[in-house]
C-alpha cells in the first residue's frame, strides 16, 4: 500500500479548559468521520490555561471546510483550527510546544526560504519551490529579510490577477479560482478612468494550489486572457479578536437580550466606486460657503455623539464588571455557607456522602473503561476490515494471475493445433507427391511393356501431319547417318597413309595388322541405330506427352 499525502489532520488551539471532551468531538463530528481524536493536556490542572486538540478526518474534504471554524467563539474562547504539515498526531510535549505560537500557519516541508545577498549585496529571502522548478514555471520573487515570517507566508500562498473586465463581478472570480484551489481571501483593487482593466490579489487557502494556478496563466476568462502572476505583497486583512473582546461582545449581547434593547448596526464604510468619481469629474459641483459650514457643524455633532456613545459603553462595562464582582462574592459566601453545613452534619451523613462519591467515582471509571473498550473494539474493528480488504486485493490478483495463464495454456494448445494441421497439410502434400511419381513410373512401367507393334499402329492411326513430321526426321537422321559414314571412312583411310608413310620413313620392316573394314562398320552401325532408338523414344514421349 502506497503511502497517502493528502492533509487530514486538523488541530485546534486556544480550547477553553471548561470544554469536555465529548463536546469538543461532537462540535467537529459535524465537518465528516473521524477517524482518530486526541486532546491535550490528558490530565487538567489549575494551571493550565487552554487545550488543544487534534483530529484526523477519513478525508481531506472535511480538513478543509473546518478550518474555517478558527475565530468562531466556543465557551469563552475563540478557537484557532489550523491544517498540520503531516498526517501523524504528535505527543503530548510536542502538542503542547507548538501550541505556544497560537497556530501560526508554515509553509510545506519542501518549500524553503533561504537569505542570501543580492548583486548589490542587501539581503533578500528567496522561497525554492520543487514543483515551479519541475513544471517549468517562474521561481517566487525576492522579498526583504527583514519581513515576518506570517507575512512571508501568506505572500507565497498570493497571486496577481491582471487583465481583468472593470465591470467584473467577485464572485465570478472566486467561483474561477476555487475550481483550482480553495480561495480564502480575494482584494479586488480601485481603479480609475485611466486605468484600462482590472486587477485583483488572491489568497488561496493551500500553497500547493499556487503551481496550478500559475499554469492557467494566459486562460480566457470573460472574453479576455487574464495573467496570473506571483504576489510581491500580502492582502492586508482585518484584524482578528482577542479573547477579552470576544468575551465583551458576548456580555454586550446578554446585556442587551436581557434589558430587550436591539443589537447595535455596525456601520459600513464603502469604497468611493470609479463610476460616481466618473460623474463627479464630469460635471464639478459649485459648492458655497453656507453648506461647507453646515457640513463641518455635522461633522463635529457626530464626533460629539461618538464621543457619547463611547463613554456610555465604558460605563456600562464597569458597571458590568462590578456586577461580576459582586456575582462572585455571592458565589464565594454561598460556598462557604454550604462547608458550615457540611461540618455541621452528622458523621453519618458523611459516610452516606462518602459513599456516594465513592459510587460516582466507580461509575466514571467504570464509563472510562467502557469508552476505552470501546475504542480498542473500533479500532480492532478498523484493522480486521483493512485486513479483509488486503486479503480481498490478494484473491483478486491471484484470480487475475489464473486467468493469466489460463489464457497462457489457451494459447499453447492453438499453436500445438497450428503445428498439427501443419503437419497434416505436409504429409498430405507428400502423399501427393508420392501418388504422381507412381502414377508416373506405373505409366513408364506401361509403356515399356507395351509392343512395339502396338507403338507403330498407334502411329499409323494419328493425323497425317504427325506422319509428316515423322518422316521428316526420319530423313534426316537418315542423311546425317550417312555422313557420319562417310566421315568415318575418311578417317581411317587417312590414319592408314599416314602410319605407312611413318613405317617407311624409319625403315622398319613391321607387318600391319589393321582392324578389318567389316568389323568397323558393324560398329558403328550399331551406334548410330542406339541413337536414332533414342530419338525416337524422345520423340514418341514429346507426343504423348503433347
Given at each position: 500500500?502506497?503511502?497517502?499525502d493528502?492533509?487530514?489532520?486538523l488541530?485546534?488551539y ?7 471532551n465529548d463536546?469538543i468531538k461532537q ?8 477517524d482518530?481524536?486526541q ?8 494551571q493550565?490555561?487552554q487545550?488543544?486538540?487534534?483530529v484526523?478526518y ?7 471546510v473546518a478550518?474555517h471554524m478558527?475565530n ?12 498540520t504539515?503531516t498526517?501523524t ?8 510546544l ?7 500557519r508554515v ?13 548589490h549585496?542587501?539581503k533578500?529571502?528567496?522561497t525554492t ?10 521561481p517566487?520573487p525576492?522579498?526583504g529579510?527583514e519581513?515576518?515570517p506570517e507575512?512571508v ?5 498570493t497571486?496577481y490577477?491582471g487583465?481583468?473586465?472593470?465591470d467584473?463581478?467577485p ?6 479560482f476555487?475550481?483550482?484551489?480553495e ?5 479586488m483593487?480601485?481603479i480609475?478612468?485611466h ?9 488561496f487557502?493551500?500553497?500547493t494550489?499556487?503551481?496550478q ?16 502572476q506571483?504576489s510581491?505583497?500580502?492582502?492586508v486583512?482585518?484584524q482578528q ?7 465583551e461582545e458576548?456580555?454586550?449581547a446578554?446585556?442587551?437580550?436581557d434589558?430587550?434593547e ?5 456601520r459600513?464604510t464603502r469604497s468611493?466606486s ?7 469629474s464630469?460635471?464639478p459641483?459649485?459648492r458655497?460657503r ?7 457643524r455635522d461633522?463635529d455633532s457626530?464626533k460629539?455623539?461618538?464621543?457619547r ?11 458590568d464588571?462590578?456586577r ?6 455571592r458565589?464565594?459566601r454561598?460556598k ?16 452516606n456522602?462518602?459513599?456516594e462519591?465513592e ?6 471509571d467504570e464509563k ?15 484493522e ?13 490478483e491471484i484470480e487475475?494471475?489464473k486467468?493469466?495463464e489460463k489464457?497462457k495454456?489457451?494459447?499453447i494448445?492453438k499453436e500445438k493445433?497450428r503445428e498439427?494441421e501443419?503437419?497434416?497439410e505436409?504429409s ?7 501418388d ?8 513408364k512401367e506401361h509403356?515399356r ?5 502396338k507403338d507403330k ?5 494419328r493425323s497425317?501431319?504427325r506422319?509428316?513430321r515423322?518422316?521428316e526426321?526420319?530423313?534426316?537422321s537418315?542423311?546425317r ?6 566421315a568415318i571412312?575418311?578417317k581411317?583411310h587417312?590414319s592408314?597413309s599416314k602410319s605407312?608413310?611413318?613405317?617407311s620413313r624409319?625403315?622398319v ?15 558403328i ?6 541413337k ?5 523414344r524422345?520423340?514418341?514421349e514429346?507426343e504423348?506427352?503433347?
Amino acid at each position: 500500500m502506497g503511502t497517502d499525502d493528502r492533509l487530514r489532520v486538523l488541530q485546534i488551539y486556544n480550547i477553553s479548559t471548561a470544554a469536555t471532551n465529548d463536546l469538543i468531538k461532537q462540535l467537529f463530528q459535524h465537518f465528516g468521520r473521524i477517524d482518530e481524536f486526541q486532546v491535550y493536556p490528558v490530565l487538567v490542572t489549575a494551571q493550565t490555561t487552554q487545550k488543544v486538540a487534534y483530529v484526523r478526518y477519513e478525508k481531506e474534504k472535511s480538513v478543509l471546510v473546518a478550518q474555517h471554524m478558527t475565530n468562531t467563539v466556543f465557551f469563552d474562547r475563540a478557537i484557532i483550527c489550523i491544517p498540520t504539515t503531516t498526517n501523524t498526531i504528535p505527543d503530548e510535549e510536542t502538542a503542547l510546544l507548538n501550541s505556544a505560537g497560537l497556530g501560526k500557519r508554515v509553509l510545506p516541508i519542501h518549500v524553503t526560504n533561504i537569505v542570501e545577498e543580492n548583486e548589490h549585496g542587501q539581503k533578500m529571502l528567496y522561497t525554492t519551490d520543487p514543483t515551479l522548478t519541475n513544471l517549468g514555471l517562474l521561481p517566487y520573487p525576492p522579498l526583504g529579510a527583514e519581513l515576518d515570517p506570517e507575512i512571508v507566508e501568506q505572500t507565497r500562498r498570493t497571486l496577481y490577477v491582471g487583465n481583468l473586465k472593470k465591470d467584473v463581478d467577485p464572485d465570478d472570480v472566486v467561483k474561477f479560482f476555487n475550481t483550482i484551489g480553495e480561495v480564502m481571501y480575494l482584494r479586488m483593487a480601485n481603479i480609475n478612468e485611466h486605468h484600462n482593466c482590472a486587477y485583483a490579489y488572491v489568497e488561496f487557502t493551500n500553497q500547493t494550489s499556487v503551481p496550478q494556478a500559475l499554469q492557467n496563466d494566459g486562460v480566457e476568462f470573460q472574453g479576455q486572457p487574464i495573467r496570473i502572476q506571483h504576489s510581491r505583497v500580502a492582502i492586508v486583512k482585518p484584524q482578528q479578536k482577542t479573547d477579552d473582546q470576544a468575551l465583551e461582545e458576548i456580555e454586550e449581547a446578554i446585556r442587551r437580550r436581557d434589558k430587550g434593547e436591539p443589537s447595535p448596526r455596525r456601520r459600513t464604510t464603502r469604497s468611493p466606486s470609479p463610476i460616481r468619481s466618473r460623474r463627479r469629474s464630469r460635471t464639478p459641483p459649485r459648492r458655497s460657503r453656507s453648506r461647507g459650514r453646515d457640513r463641518d457643524r455635522d461633522r463635529d455633532s457626530r464626533k460629539r455623539d461618538d464621543r457619547r456613545d463611547r463613554d456610555k459603553d465604558r460605563r456600562d462595562r464597569k458597571d458590568d464588571k462590578s456586577r461580576k464582582d459582586d456575582r462572585d462574592s455571592r458565589k464565594d459566601r454561598d460556598k462557604e455557607k454550604e462547608k458550615e453545613r457540611r461540618r455541621s452534619r452528622s458523621p453519618r451523613k458523611e459516610n452516606n456522602d462518602k459513599k456516594e462519591r465513592e459510587k460516582e467515582k466507580e461509575r466514571s471509571d467504570e464509563k472510562a473503561r467502557q469508552r476505552s473498550k470501546d475504542r480498542e473494539r473500533e479500532k480492532k474493528e478498523k484493522e480486521r476490515e483493512r485486513e479483509k480488504e488486503v486479503l480481498k486485493e490478494k484473491e483478486a490478483e491471484i484470480e487475475k494471475e489464473k486467468l493469466r495463464e489460463k489464457e497462457k495454456l489457451r494459447e499453447i494448445e492453438k499453436e500445438k493445433l497450428r503445428e498439427k494441421e501443419k503437419d497434416k497439410e505436409k504429409s498430405k502434400d507428400k502423399d501427393r507427391h508420392r501418388d504422381k511419381d507412381k502414377k508416373k513410373d506405373k505409366d513408364k512401367e506401361h509403356r515399356r511393356s507395351k509392343s512395339p507393334r502396338k507403338d507403330k499402329e498407334r502411329r499409323r492411326s494419328r493425323s497425317p501431319e504427325r506422319k509428316k513430321r515423322r518422316e521428316e526426321k526420319e530423313s534426316k537422321s537418315r542423311r546425317r547417318s550417312s555422313r557420319d559414314e562417310d566421315a568415318i571412312d575418311d578417317k581411317d583411310h587417312h590414319s592408314s597413309s599416314k602410319s605407312r608413310r611413318r613405317k617407311s620413313r624409319e625403315n622398319v620392316f613391321v607387318t600391319d595388322e589393321p582392324m578389318p573394314l567389316a568389323e568397323k562398320e558393324l560398329s558403328i552401325r550399331e551406334r548410330l541405330l542406339a541413337k536414332q532408338m533414342k530419338k525416337s523414344r524422345d520423340s514418341d514421349e514429346m507426343e504423348i506427352s503433347d
